[in-house]
């Protein structure tokens, strides 16, 4: 894939969901939102945000003594990425064995059920 259209490894999306929710953070305070999850090196950490720099998912701050990482990429586009890759690779191309799968294997709440009447309707109103 190219520079920009990477879809990020599990350790990676965690670190961009910390970005995505609280901004811009340094690496320690990336280090201490994860090890409140999970046991992981600070070094591990920091090696990660510096590779996720490389592929373009998050940019770098060098103005101050603490570099300061923001997520480049919006996590709409990512999860477009994750959700389309996965269309391919397991249900091939089939939005719909997608679906039929998810609501198998995982109880709906009534108010999920709802939104997905709710755009079933719409979507279906836009095909004539």
Same mark, same amino acid.
Request: net charge positive; charged share 35%; proline share 2%.
């Given at each position: 894939?190219?520079?920009g259209t990477?879809?990020p490894?599990n350790g990676?999306?965690k670190?961009?969901r910390?970005?995505?929710?609280r901004g811009p953070?340094?690496?320690?305070?990336?280090?201490?939102a994860?090890g409140r999850?999970?046991?992981?090196?600070?070094?591990?950490?920091?090696k990660?945000?510096q590779?996720?720099?490389? &592929?373009g998912?998050v940019?770098? *701050? =060098?103005?101050? /003594?603490?570099h300061?990482y923001?997520h480049a990429?919006?996590?709409?586009?990512?999860?477009?990425?994750?959700?389309?890759d996965?269309?391919d690779?397991?249900f091939d191309?089939?939005a719909a064995?997608?679906?039929?799968?998810a609501?198998?294997?995982k109880?709906?709440?009534p108010?999920d059920?709802k &939104?997905?009447r709710?755009l079933? *309707? =719409?979507?279906? /109103?836009?095909?004539?």
């Amino acid at each position: 894939m190219s520079r920009g259209t990477q879809i990020p490894s599990n350790g990676e999306l965690k670190i961009l969901r910390i970005l995505w929710r609280r901004g811009p953070r340094t690496v320690r305070e990336v280090h201490d939102a994860l090890g409140r999850k999970r046991d992981i090196g600070y070094t591990t950490v920091l090696k990660t945000m510096q590779v996720m720099a490389e &592929k373009g998912l998050v940019t770098r *701050n =060098e103005s101050e /003594r603490s570099h300061v990482y923001s997520h480049a990429v919006e996590e709409k586009s990512i999860k477009r990425r994750l959700v389309s890759d996965l269309l391919d690779r397991a249900f091939d191309g089939s939005a719909a064995r997608l679906v039929m799968q998810a609501l198998s294997d995982k109880q709906a709440s009534p108010e999920d059920l709802k &939104k997905i009447r709710r755009l079933l *309707n =719409e979507l279906s /109103r836009g095909a004539r």
